[in-house]
């Protein structure tokens, strides 16, 4: 079996993408293909013996580019010779923009083949953090309080904080890793906070920030056509919120380990499987929640359509690498295949006789 697993692009998240996509690696057995989309998306083979710090110092000198409608991806060798090779399943393991955001599962479509991801559609919904919280009302899950605010709005909300109350929590709409995400407690913080948030996005996420909460994750799949649903994890961070380095960054801080009653970590895992159901994800999700302990009240966070390392951390007690890999895989051809019986084609007699043919 061809595997592609394609990761990098052009995105704040391109160094975290390239760490999974290195993790990745160990949970697919088959011929994999590493291909490695730089930071102005130009797609190249990596080696897959290559480390993350690999992808700085060596050289890129095969070149990929996708057979659209075939199924295949050709790699330049050189100038004179090229190898198409039929791949059988792609795994995103591109976070952020121009990846996870249904750019990959767009190109994979294009191409005709399967993915171990979502597809377009829930993908680009996953990924607008305005869009989410539209979608995740509409289908009556409890969410935080918040607007959306864009660099036209800002004087008027300034003014009125949009009804909101502080502390306010600031995040660019389109971003990941908790990049640009401040909170404010007064007029001059939020100001701040929504000038550096528009340096990475121009549509922002406020919302009523908590501030005696925990954190959960919980991770979703599919496999043999059933939606599964993983243990439930509790980072920690000694911040008002979990930032990239207590993320990615190695850290001296010491926090206690947080006891979660286990009616809270069912309802946790409800909700993550009636998303994963209603918002047709594909692949394996992560679903972040905070749980305000002053109110006793549970709320969706976001939702990652490319978690980091694949969540395999949230799956280790269920499955080996392998057989977690073979898991993603086989359901990714099972549905990929599913979608294949749909009519494609509409014999609509339009362009009959119009050879030829003249204005009259």
Request: aromatic content about 8%.
């Given at each position: 079996?061809?595997?592609?697993?394609?990761?990098?692009?052009?995105?704040?998240?391109?160094?975290?993408?390239?760490?999974?996509?290195?993790?990745?690696?160990?949970?697919?057995?088959?011929?994999?293909?590493?291909?490695?989309?730089?930071?102005?998306?130009?797609?190249?083979l990596a080696g897959n013996d290559w480390t993350p710090r690999d992808h700085v110092?060596?050289?890129?000198?095969?070149?990929?580019?996708?057979?659209?409608?075939?199924?295949?991806?050709?790699?330049?060798?050189?100038?004179?010779?090229?190898?198409?090779?039929?791949?059988?399943?792609?795994?995103?393991?591109?976070?952020?923009?121009?990846?996870?955001?249904?750019?990959?599962?767009?190109?994979?479509?294009?191409t005709g083949i399967p993915l171990v991801g979502s597809d377009i559609a829930s993908?680009?919904?996953?990924?607008?953090?305005?869009?989410?919280?539209?979608?995740?009302?509409?289908?009556?899950?409890?969410?935080?309080?918040?607007?959306?605010?864009?660099?036209?709005?800002?004087?008027?909300?300034?003014?009125?904080?949009?009804?909101?109350?502080?502390?306010?929590?600031?995040?660019?709409?389109?971003?990941?890793?908790?990049?640009?995400?401040?909170?404010?407690?007064?007029?001059?913080?939020?100001?701040?906070?929504?000038?550096?948030?528009?340096?990475?996005?121009?549509?922002?996420?406020?919302?009523?920030?908590?501030?005696?909460?925990?954190?959960?994750?919980?991770?979703?799949?599919?496999?043999?056509?059933?939606?599964?649903?993983?243990?439930?994890?509790?980072?920690?961070?000694?911040?008002?919120?979990?930032?990239?380095?207590?993320?990615?960054?190695?850290?001296?801080?010491?926090v206690k380990p947080v006891v979660v009653d286990d009616d809270i970590k069912n309802?946790?895992?409800?909700?993550?499987?009636?998303?994963?159901?209603?918002?047709?994800?594909?692949?394996?999700?992560?679903?972040?929640?905070?749980?305000?302990?002053?109110?006793?009240?549970?709320?969706?966070?976001?939702?990652?359509?490319?978690?980091?390392?694949?969540?395999?951390?949230?799956?280790?007690?269920?499955?080996?690498?392998?057989?977690?890999?073979?898991?993603?895989?086989?359901?990714?051809?099972?549905?990929?295949?599913?979608?294949?019986?749909?009519?494609?084609?509409?014999?609509?007699?339009?362009?009959?006789?119009?050879?030829?043919?003249?204005?009259?």
């Open positions: 079996m061809n595997i592609m697993i394609v990761y990098g692009g052009k995105s704040c998240e391109h160094d975290i993408s390239i760490i999974t996509a290195c993790l990745a690696k160990g949970y697919f057995r088959g011929n994999i293909y590493s291909v490695y989309l730089d930071k102005n998306n130009r797609a190249y110092t060596k050289k890129l000198t095969k070149p990929v580019t996708f057979v659209l409608g075939e199924g295949k991806i050709a790699i330049r060798k050189n100038r004179l010779s090229v190898e198409q090779v039929p791949i059988d399943v792609v795994i995103n393991c591109c976070h952020g923009l121009n990846g996870e955001d249904g750019c990959v599962a767009a190109l994979c479509q294009l993908s680009a919904v996953a990924m607008d953090k305005v869009l989410t919280k539209r979608v995740l009302k509409d289908i009556n899950m409890p969410v935080v309080n918040g607007v959306e605010v864009t660099k036209s709005d800002v004087k008027q909300f300034m003014k009125d904080c949009g009804g909101l109350n502080f502390p306010i929590i600031v995040k660019p709409s389109m971003l990941g890793s908790s990049i640009g995400v401040e909170v404010a407690h007064d007029a001059d913080e939020l100001s701040n906070a929504i000038n550096h948030a528009l340096r990475y996005d121009d549509k922002l996420l406020c919302e009523e920030a908590l501030t005696d909460f925990i954190e959960l994750n919980c991770s979703a799949l599919k496999a043999n056509g059933v939606i599964l649903t993983s243990v439930v994890d509790t980072p920690v961070t000694v911040h008002d919120v979990l930032t990239f380095a207590d993320k990615y960054l190695a850290s001296d801080s010491q309802q946790v895992k409800k909700i993550t499987s009636q998303i994963y159901s209603k918002l047709n994800f594909g692949g394996v999700i992560r679903v972040d929640f905070l749980y305000d302990n002053k109110t006793g009240k549970l709320y969706v966070n976001e939702i990652n359509t490319t978690p980091g390392s694949l969540a395999y951390g949230l799956w280790e007690l269920t499955y080996s690498r392998t057989h977690y890999g073979e898991a993603l895989v086989e359901q990714a051809i099972a549905d990929y295949r599913e979608m294949q019986q749909h009519v494609f084609t509409f014999e609509s007699g339009v362009l009959d006789g119009l050879n030829g043919s003249k204005k009259k």
